[in-house]
């Protein structure tokens, strides 16, 4: 019976990989066998470098800051010929998030949310369309969130832009399913990061409040969206094409 989860020969670029979500997604590649290249804005990435080789395979970390269109520039290209020429796992995780809804959200973090979220991705998801094409194969992955169907109003460039990260998806894989490229998107419940830890959200009485909404009872773990992307990274997901897979303990569909 064919290993799908034996990623061994495989490579994978994962933007916003240092921590969080990124660094279980990164962690879970490099496990099962994938060379990954990590790209992140911390200068100090060291810590996942060594997390990586623990996990048995020794990884490629790159500094970039997403949102500068120079730093950007030509960065794909560098980071597969250091990989040895082959692109096989995009994963457009980098983000961040302002809190506002459309009367007190500031032009300047309109347009940062929006180099981050979304010009990034487009950008990066460009630079490595030619190798996926030139090989007949590729999985790029685009990490959107609940907040692109059920934001509130708190963060308002937020929910729009992750929303559009989603249909940006769809949109890629009507173009590139022909080429054996598939474009999905996973989004994610509130799961513990770095960022919710800090927002309260796994404090009381915060938690017990958010869990009221939640029916899986609980929030989530980075390692339960690293195994989504695994199914949409392997070729268990062969016929998944323009998906949005929401992983959120049931909260979507409450």
């Not at 180099?115 to 030139?134: E, G, T």
């Not at 989530?220 to 989504?228: I, R, S």
Request: aromatic share 8%.
């Amino acid at each position: 019976m064919k290993d799908y989860l034996n990623f061994s020969g495989k490579t994978a670029i994962v933007i916003g990989g240092r921590r969080g979500l990124g660094r279980a997604m990164a962690l879970a590649f490099a496990e099962r066998g994938a060379k990954v290249a990590v790209v992140a804005r911390s200068e100090d990435g060291s810590e996942i470098m060594s997390e990586l080789t623990a996990a048995g395979q020794p990884g490629l970390y790159y500094q970039c800051d997403v949102a500068d269109p120079e730093a950007r520039r030509g960065l794909i290209a560098k980071i597969v010929a250091d990989l040895g020429g082959r692109l096989d796992i995009l994963v457009n995780n980098a983000g961040m998030q302002y809190a506002g809804n459309i009367e007190n959200c500031p032009e300047e973090q309109w347009k940062h949310s929006e180099a981050v979220l979304l010009d990034a991705p487009y950008d990066f998801s460009r630079q490595a369309i030619p190798f996926m094409k030139a090989q007949n194969y590729g999985k790029i992955i685009m990490i959107s969130s609940i907040c692109a169907v059920r934001e509130g109003g708190g963060n308002f460039a937020y929910g729009v832009m992750k929303a559009g990260l989603a249909s940006m998806a769809r949109c890629m894989a009507n173009s590139l399913g022909r080429y054996n490229i598939t474009v999905n998107a996973i989004a994610p419940g509130i799961i513990r990061t770095p960022l919710t830890i800090s927002q309260g959200c796994f404090e009381e009485p915060r938690y017990k409040s958010i869990i009221q909404r939640y029916p899986a009872g609980r929030l989530g773990e980075p390692e339960e969206v690293a195994g989504a992307a695994l199914f949409l990274a392997s070729d268990m997901s062969s016929f998944v094409n323009g998906h949005l897979l929401f992983v959120d303990g049931g909260f979507s569909g409450n």
